[in-house]
């Protein structure tokens, strides 16, 4: 009888995952939450804790998700102006805000007014940056909100080569049309306006950016426009960008495109110091209007 045996190389691969926690300052009045912020690298992004990223609001249309913005005031709501310009009625639109799930509404508010920049391009997606005022204002004690801080108008912010953090509730496959229900967290990097991956994509690298991750596997995506690109920096996140636009999701070779918002400290000003959005020289109707 002979017995044939057979040997078989079983091969087992480690992949290290490596984590890095941001602590912030709590006494800081902007970017910070009540819990620390865990980016992981990994392929695809990540859930986000409870408790983080408290700037995060979602922007509905009757109620369903389309995309996504930044509290920079307690009645004040930082996005994209693609996300709003094609609105024919304000009182569609509704905010939630103090919750990483979809389906956990905290708070709610309706808008009463919406600000889009005078100069945004439908073509080239320049000046893709809009300002909604709340119909009354977030209870900051509840849900723990908080605010994203502000750049000032540095000479290209930010730098290139930096890491930052993108988070939406936007599509986490391009197979699937659906929304994620939890709020997702992405580490990616600052590109070069001269990297062949920025020049396929940008149009006006004054006010807009590039981003993306190395393996072009981690990118924002369709439901993550209007939301936050933020830098970590003297123990606080900073808003550096606006997701505005890419070509497809991931794709290695096309680098996604963020408003610059460090150029708009300004024209943010305005609206943080006043009590309306209206004003001298301003266009409204139904609320809306071109600033």
Same mark, same amino acid.
């Given at each position: 009888m002979t017995f044939v045996f057979y040997c078989v190389l079983i091969q087992i691969s480690f992949t290290i995952i490596t984590s890095l926690t941001y602590s912030c300052s709590l006494n800081s009045t902007c970017g910070c939450s009540s819990n620390s912020v865990s980016l992981t690298k990994i392929i695809g992004g990540e859930d986000a804790r409870v408790d983080t990223w408290s700037w995060a609001v979602s922007i509905r249309i009757r109620n369903a998700h389309t995309c996504g913005?930044?509290?920079?005031?307690?009645?004040?709501?930082?996005?994209? %102006?693609?996300?709003?310009?094609?609105?024919?009625?304000?009182?569609?639109?509704? +905010?939630?805000?103090?919750?990483?799930?979809?389906? $956990? +509404?905290? $708070? $709610?508010?309706?808008?009463?007014?919406?600000?889009?920049?005078?100069?945004?391009?439908?073509?080239?997606?320049?000046?893709d940056i809009a300002v909604i005022r709340l119909s009354s204002p977030f209870d900051m004690n509840v849900g723990s909100l908080g605010l994203i801080c502000l750049p000032k108008n540095i000479a290209e912010y930010p730098p290139k080569n930096l890491t930052v953090a993108a988070i939406g509730w936007g599509k986490v496959t391009t197979s699937v049309d659906a929304v994620s229900n939890t709020l997702k967290q992405v580490t990616l990097k600052t590109i070069p306006n001269n990297d062949t991956t920025c020049l396929r994509t940008i149009k006006n690298n004054q006010v807009q950016f590039c981003a993306s991750a190395q393996d072009g596997e981690k990118d924002t995506c369709q439901g993550d426009s209007g939301g936050p690109l933020m830098l970590f920096s003297n123990?606080?996140?900073?808003? %550096?960008?606006?997701?505005?636009?890419?070509?497809?999701?991931?794709?290695?070779?096309?680098?996604?495109?963020?408003?610059?918002?460090?150029?708009?400290? %300004?024209? +943010?000003?305005?609206?943080?110091?006043?009590?309306?959005?209206?004003?001298?020289?301003?266009?409204? $109707?139904?609320?809306?209007?071109?600033?």
């Amino acid at each position: 009888m002979t017995f044939v045996f057979y040997c078989v190389l079983i091969q087992i691969s480690f992949t290290i995952i490596t984590s890095l926690t941001y602590s912030c300052s709590l006494n800081s009045t902007c970017g910070c939450s009540s819990n620390s912020v865990s980016l992981t690298k990994i392929i695809g992004g990540e859930d986000a804790r409870v408790d983080t990223w408290s700037w995060a609001v979602s922007i509905r249309i009757r109620n369903a998700h389309t995309c996504g913005g930044s509290l920079i005031s307690p009645e004040l709501i930082l996005t994209a %102006a693609h996300c709003l310009y094609s609105i024919s009625r304000i009182s569609s639109l509704s +905010i939630t805000a103090g919750s990483i799930y979809l389906s $956990q +509404i905290k $708070q $709610q508010r309706s808008v009463s007014e919406i600000a889009i920049h005078r100069n945004y391009s439908l073509d080239t997606y320049a000046n893709d940056i809009a300002v909604i005022r709340l119909s009354s204002p977030f209870d900051m004690n509840v849900g723990s909100l908080g605010l994203i801080c502000l750049p000032k108008n540095i000479a290209e912010y930010p730098p290139k080569n930096l890491t930052v953090a993108a988070i939406g509730w936007g599509k986490v496959t391009t197979s699937v049309d659906a929304v994620s229900n939890t709020l997702k967290q992405v580490t990616l990097k600052t590109i070069p306006n001269n990297d062949t991956t920025c020049l396929r994509t940008i149009k006006n690298n004054q006010v807009q950016f590039c981003a993306s991750a190395q393996d072009g596997e981690k990118d924002t995506c369709q439901g993550d426009s209007g939301g936050p690109l933020m830098l970590f920096s003297n123990d606080k996140w900073y808003l %550096a960008g606006i997701t505005s636009y890419g070509i497809g999701c991931a794709l290695p070779e096309y680098a996604g495109v963020y408003t610059r918002v460090s150029v708009y400290e %300004a024209w +943010i000003k305005c609206f943080l110091e006043n009590n309306t959005l209206l004003g001298p020289n301003v266009s409204s $109707q139904k609320g809306m209007m071109l600033m």
